[in-house]
């Protein structure tokens, strides 16, 4: 494990307010979807969970049939699909776009795939304005900090914050109330909307069959991006496929209920191409793109139990009832996807070796698995990622006492008098106990994993005699 | 239906907890049941599996299947023992048939305790009393993996004198984890504290569960927080009279 990683999960821990403002927002968000998906709510809740992990599972199982006939279908409208392996060829692209079409302004609403790739960074290091419009992720951009969470960006952020930050940046007075600094942001971006050249979207889904992009959101902001400018680009990851416009039915009754609670989220679009001015049509951009991105994708295809990691819908349901998360917050973790989902899919998309502890980090409570709504078994790819840290630092000679030690246990448990005889020793050597549990142990026994165990809690004193030699006595 | 039942106490309960274990004997011969201890048992093998360790915990799991293979019936006081053996056994044989065949067989004589007593024995009422006031803590692999709610509720309703209040909420984790607890202390000690908070919160005085380990880690941040909350396994409350 780094050292950044038990740095800032000691320090969020150890700063009250913001471990008042996670819980208390992450326990809305959990409450909310509980009451969403109640049986007397949403009587066939668990049917649409096992129909939506069927449907990604086949999709990815054919991810090469669906996106041919995905891009067939959105040039079949006028779009263009463009095809990206990584980070570099995304940019290159929209640089490129940008400079043909001579744009300088450009307008996002939030994707957490663009997060992934530091897109904002490389507009921007080539002298483009790239301005985020969804209202969290505008903060968090005036704030020069990353989304803390995957729906909930600026999570943990107070309305105090946002005074502060807005008044610094925006040359305004500190703005306390909600309403009014959502009003602040909205003028300011209101502007930017209509002079902006080119907007970048995500996209929720990206529909086979109908070469349509699907994009849910509660701001309008989306909306605005995706119409507004005269050149749209959506980018999504390859996993974002479904078939048919028809499993909409399945996915969009899950997504919000999972995400925020709501029945469904106040804007759902579906965009199918530029404008047809032929058609009559009045609204719409002149060009559309929908950008591929790979950037570590395909690797998790061959493996089974991995690639169900690519059947997540990103609705942030596991990080509202993780109680790691609801203590850790987003920015512990070492990359843009935080929580459980972040726990798994940060080491197959980066190698094991980017935060060798990530998998370690959760008391596999099984929390996560039990409110995905797409049944990713999250849990035991956690456990498949384990083995596979361990097999690394093997190779490369790390954790060499670990794994001693590990070598030792299932001798010692192979062989029950010597475990017997173990367990007399350890028995032997703790401290007298009334019967009261142990609270300090003398400094040649507070090592390793007692002294962990002891900087937060008491030890159980060792019983005279083990259960083994008690029922031999009876 | 068996008529001899092996304990699997468990490693923990052997070597930390043996009261419990006895507790469970007790009742389980109340109910008429034959009661043996295989001598050779030690553990399941879990924290080897759990920290990433597969080689080490097949070795410890083959233990395992050879101390256990001609029990009839294996009651464990550990729904996160018993889910090691019932879910987990299987994943680390996949690719051996023979061990794998031989752990499809085991694994459906392995029980859980409450379950056990609820579905195999088929009783709620086993006669105990304790004056009382109790919550009940869920422990995540008993509910989650073998999916257990009722049964020790069933099973507590039925204890004279005890009362029983949820707490809320109840469902989260107590933050042991195992390793977990150690190579995350601050945050599994963190974990704790907030489950506490909501065991302070229903007024209760006791704290039942299914799985010891949860109940030490309960127990050793109660200990730690000087509150004077104890902790107490299923089958000690049922054994009490």
Redesign the interface.
Known sequence: ?SAEFQQK??ET?ADANLQLAI?TATGRLKDKRVENVAPDVLPDYQELRAQANAIKKHTIENLDYYLEEFERNVEAHGGKVVWCKDAGEVSDFILGLAKERRARLIVKSKSMTTEEIDLNESLEHQGLESVETDLGEYILQLAHERPYHIVAPALHKTRYDVAGIFSKNLHVPEETVPEKQTAIARAVLREKFLAADIGISGANFLVADSGAVCIVENEGNARLTTTAPKIHIAVAGIEKLIPRAQDLATFLKLLARSATGQALSVYTSFLSGPRRAGAGEIDGPDEFYVVLLDNGRTKLLPDRARRQSLYCIRCGACLNTC??YR??GGHSFPWVYSGPIGAIITPQFMGVGHEP?L?????????C??VCPVKIDIP?VL?DL??????AEAREGHSRL??LA??A??W???H?RV?AMA?RM??AVAPASDG??I?HLPAPLAV??LK??L??????P??A???????RM? | MPKRVSLF?T?M???????V??AM?DVLERLGYTVD?P?????C?Q???????????R??A??FLKTFESAEAIVVPSGSCTSMVAHHYA?LFHKEPETLARVHALEKRVFEFSTFLTEVAGVEDVGARLEEIVTFHDG??A???LGIRSAPRRLLSRVRGLELREMTPA???C??????????????????R?KIEAIQRTGARTVVSLDPSCL??I???C??AGLPIRTMHLAEVLASR
């Open positions: 494990m999960i000691h821990l819980y109680p790691v203590k850790i502890g998998p370690f980090a959760s008391s596999l409570c099984g929390a698995g039990e035991k456990l384990r083995s596979e840290v361990k097999k670990e794994r590990f070598r246990f299932a010692v448990m192979t029950p475990y367990g350890a028995a009261g549990w609270r390793g994993p962990a165990w900087s937060q809690r008491d030890l159980p060792p019983p005699r083990s259960f083994r030699d008690l029922w009876r | 106490v490693c309960v052997d070597q930390l907890f043996p009261k274990g006895l004997a201890s001598e050779d048992q030690t553990c093998g924290p080897a599996f759990n920290s990433g360790y597969r080689a080490e915990a070795t410890v083959r233990h994943e995540c692999h509910l989650r993996e469902e989260e984790c933050g042991f984890g195992g390793t977990f607890s150690v190579k995350f202390a601050e945050l599994s000690g963190a974990m704790a907030t030490m880690q127990q050793g941040a200990s730690r």
